[in-house]
């Protein structure tokens, strides 16, 4: 499994937005994305949880790209999800960020490998509405008188090999585990590498094709969609970054016969639904870009 201490020397490439008040980085599995007070010194004298924490991404990126303030998460991802994960630049901004995400004006899209073929998914699409609540050891279940959330699912393809689909999902409220319970509890189709939510066996056709690690969850954050502003009318506009899916993922796609979307497959970043108009691996050219304070996307940059 990934982690920070391996990837210590890339953290930069984690990058995949940046501007003046915001940064989007693509998390790695095995990371946690909120360290708890105490941890480190507590249950972990060796500080391996922080060398695999969010916290230590945030510190190298601060070093390395030199910046004037420490970016704080805005909003948190699971340490099994991967994917795009939203840095405020000041306080500010993690004001404005954190107002974006209580009013649902911040869209997050997923995508996640699941266990079940063609047959388990009656129609193509849906949404899913379900009560979700916590039992006694913190777990979320299902519960009638819990609090009312809401996943919409796509089905994107089905393995022709065995019972393994693609699914993109979006989050309209944001439950711990919601994703996970929806989709193991209700559409009958578990994330793949998820044993907290359903216990059976992984179907030994899967296993054919494909071998699976045990310690990783097949759920991405794809992409996240937000408002930003400038001096320049119209005033408001919005930012989507899709972050690239990682490497293992891609690879049981290809083994299971289907392949995501390019701009799924290889991350790109969106202005008013528009690509923007320079590399975004052209990560010194676009630093220079914001830094000299240009916030005009349509500048002199050629599309690429």
Not at 68 to 75: L, N
């Amino acid at each position: 499994m990934a982690t920070t201490r391996v990837l210590r020397g890339k953290t930069r490439q984690l990058v995949q937005y940046i501007d003046q008040k915001v940064i989007v980085i693509s998390k790695p599995p095995g990371v946690i994305s909120q360290l708890q007070a105490g941890t480190r010194t507590q249950d972990d004298a060796s500080g391996l949880l922080f060398e695999n924490s969010i916290d230590k991404i945030i510190d190298d990126l601060t070093l390395k790209l030199n910046l004037d303030t420490r970016p704080v998460p805005v909003h948190r991802l699971d340490k099994a999800t991967t994917g795009a994960l939203l840095l405020g630049r000041t306080p500010d901004a993690v004001k404005s960020f954190s107002k974006q995400f209580s009013s649902r004006e911040i869209s997050k899209t997923y995508l996640a490998l699941v266990r079940g073929g063609r047959e388990t998914f009656k129609t193509d699409q849906g949404n899913i509405i379900a009560k979700l609540g916590l039992d006694s050891h913190g777990r979320t279940q299902l519960q009638k008188d819990g609090t009312e959330t809401s996943t919409t699912w796509e089905l994107l393809a089905s393995s022709p090999l065995a019972p393994i689909s693609l699914l993109r999902l979006k989050l309209h409220t944001g439950f711990k585990h919601q994703l996970r319970v929806h989709l193991a509890r209700i559409l009958g189709a578990p994330i793949l590498g998820d044993s907290l939510h359903s216990q059976s066996k992984i179907s030994e056709k899967i296993l054919e094709v494909a071998k699976i690690p045990e310690d990783r969850l097949f759920l991405h954050s794809s992409n996240i969609s937000f408002s930003r502003y400038r001096k320049a009318t119209p005033r408001r506009y919005t930012v989507g970054v899709t972050a690239p899916l990682p490497k293992d993922f891609v690879q049981l796609c290809n083994a299971f016969g289907f392949k995501p979307d390019p701009e799924e497959l290889h991350g790109v970043v969106t202005v008013n639904r528009e690509p923007a108009p320079y590399n975004q691996t052209d990560f010194e050219t676009w630093y220079t870009h914001w830094r000299s304070g240009v916030n005009e996307w349509h500048s002199s940059k050629t599309e690429t």
